[in-house]
């Protein structure tokens, strides 16, 4: 079982930049999905980033050009660097491994079974 835990979280103005990253250990291979996901209060937990097993990148229409999401090896940390962060990009966020079979870059949390436990993002205008 993959463990995972974030990192990078805090607050900051409209327009700044925060880095989170997500240290995965027991990792045993290469082929897997990997998210970042964020839920607000209230809301329903929205896949914002994905990296499939075979590399390919996917991001969510509200954080693109502003998201970047890299997998480093061979440590295997997960980066998500977030620039221009608005109000709206307050939330706890969350990476997570997929489920084994899925190798697309997919948003979907159905496609996900392994969360790390969050780290908030607030961002004051």
């Known amino acids: 079982q993959v463990q995972l835990e974030e990192s990078g979280g805090g607050s900051v103005q409209a327009g700044g930049s925060l880095k989170l990253s997500c240290a995965a250990s027991?990792?045993?291979?290469?082929?897997?999905?990997t998210g970042w996901f964020r839920q607000s209060p209230g809301g329903e937990r929205e896949g914002i980033a994905a990296i499939g097993g075979d590399g390919r990148t996917n991001y969510a229409d509200s954080v693109k050009d502003r998201f970047t999401f890299s997998r480093a090896n061979p440590n295997y940390n997960l980066d998500l660097v977030m620039n221009n962060l608005k109000p709206e990009d307050t939330a706890m966020y969350y990476c997570?491994?997929?489920?084994?079979?899925?190798?697309?870059?997919?948003?979907?949390?159905?496609?996900?079974?392994?969360w790390g436990q969050g780290t908030q993002v607030t961002v004051s205008s």
């Open positions: 997570a491994t997929g489920r084994s079979g899925v190798y697309w870059p997919s948003l979907h949390a159905r496609d996900y079974d392994n």
């Open positions: 027991g990792y045993t291979g290469y082929g897997y999905l």
